[in-house]
Nanobody, 123 residues
Framework: QVQLVESGGGLVQAGGSLRLSCAAS????????MGWFRQAPGTEREFLAR????????AYADSVKGRFTISRDNAKNTVYLQINSLKPEDTAVYYC????????????????WGQGTQVTVSS
């Protein structure tokens, strides 16, 4: 089992920035590729970014490329999502997830999920 706890969400004005954190405990963190997703009310969970086990490879959804940056610190068992130039349409619950088999943009491929952190962007 891997336990994931997100933090860093909140209310921010459009144009601002946030850094979300996801702290992992349980199994060896570096054995898992990690991803960030978000879900707004009435929508499906949306892939945002993923990072390989070592952190050497990353990938992003086209919709967030250039504004979002995923990173990880395996010594701290933490993955981060830096979000810049926030827009009202970024309002959602943001989730991190762990994938023990590989790395994917399909939320169904992920094994463990955090409880989410709310990001609200005011115009």
């Amino acid at each position: 089992q891997v336990q994931l706890v997100e933090s860093g969400g909140g209310l921010v004005q459009a144009g601002g920035s946030l850094r979300l954190s996801c702290a992992a405990s349980g199994r060896t963190f570096s054995n898992y590729a990690m991803g960030w997703f978000r879900q707004a009310p009435g929508t499906e969970r949306e892939f945002l970014a993923r990072i390989s086990r070592s952190g050497s490879n990353t990938a992003y959804a086209d919709s967030v490329k250039g504004r979002f940056t995923i990173s990880r610190d395996n010594a701290k068992n933490t993955v981060y999502l830096q979000i810049n130039s926030l827009k009202p349409e970024d309002t959602a619950v943001y989730y991190c997830a762990a994938d023990r088999r590989g790395w994917s943009s399909d939320p169904g491929k992920y094994d463990y999920w955090g409880q989410g952190t709310q990001v609200t962007v005011s115009s």
